[in-house]
T-cell receptor
């Protein structure tokens, strides 16, 4: 079974530029998450989708971050404009419906803002 | 809100030593508890989980017991191997939080031959 796919693996941009990350979850998984992992810290949830609806985006900096999951399958996370403090690994995860279900993580996109 | 606190690393052990990584949590309701592992160059993988008080999760020789009275979920392994070198994350999923995970800061384990 294919895992969670993310691209690109690495991205370097200058501050104030824009960037987009893509995630394709495991087939059939209704729930999709985007996490931000700053170096030396644990992942922090940015946004959670169930199918194509947003469940929780309370920690998403909406002035610069946006995310969509239009057809309830793959998802895109965008940052515009980027700041130095956005340098982090952006992790996508997916899980099937239900409580206490396991979340499967992709390898992440490492973003460096210079 | 929910939070997870785990011991800071790095933890450096010799092969075959006993491992304990402490994890405590704060949560409303009855959360589920998890340990995730991140090997060098790889994504996060679920190591083990426990969904109710007194449950013991186990996998690959690692164990952790859900202790509600002490709000803890300490990770243990009787004899570590070099291949266990990784970063370990304790996490919880709140019963009213749509399965979203709240992570601790991670503990790096280095096992020397």
């Amino acid at each position: 079974e294919a895992g969670v796919a993310q691209s690109p693996r690495y991205k370097i941009i200058e501050k104030r530029q824009s960037v987009a990350f893509w995630c394709n979850p495991i087939s059939g998984h209704a729930t999709l998450y985007w996490y931000q992992q700053i170096l030396g810290q644990g992942p922090k949830l940015l946004i959670q989708f169930q199918n194509n609806g947003v469940v929780d985006d309370s920690q998403l900096p909406k002035d610069r971050f946006s995310a969509e999951r239009l057809k309830g399958v793959d998802s895109t996370l965008k940052i515009q404009p980027a700041k130095l403090e956005d340098s982090a690994v952006y992790l996508c995860a997916s899980s099937p419906l239900g409580t206490n279900t396991e979340a499967f993580f992709g390898q992440g996109t490492r973003l460096t803002v210079v | 809100g929910n939070s997870v606190t785990q011991m800071e690393g790095p933890v450096t052990l010799s092969e075959e030593a006993f491992l304990t990584i402490n994890c405590t949590y704060t949560a409303t309701g009855y959360p589920s508890l998890f340990w995730y592992v991140q090997y060098p160059g790889e994504g996060l993988q679920l190591l083990l989980k426990a969904t109710k008080a007194d449950d013991k999760g186990s996998n690959k020789g690692f164990e952790a017991t859900y202790r509600k009275e002490t709000t803890s979920f300490h990770l243990e392994k009787g004899s570590v191997q070099v291949s266990d070198s990784a970063v370990y994350f304790c996490a919880l999923s709140g019963s009213n939080a749509g399965n979203m995970l709240t992570f601790g800061g991670g503990t790096r384990l280095m096992v020397k031959p």
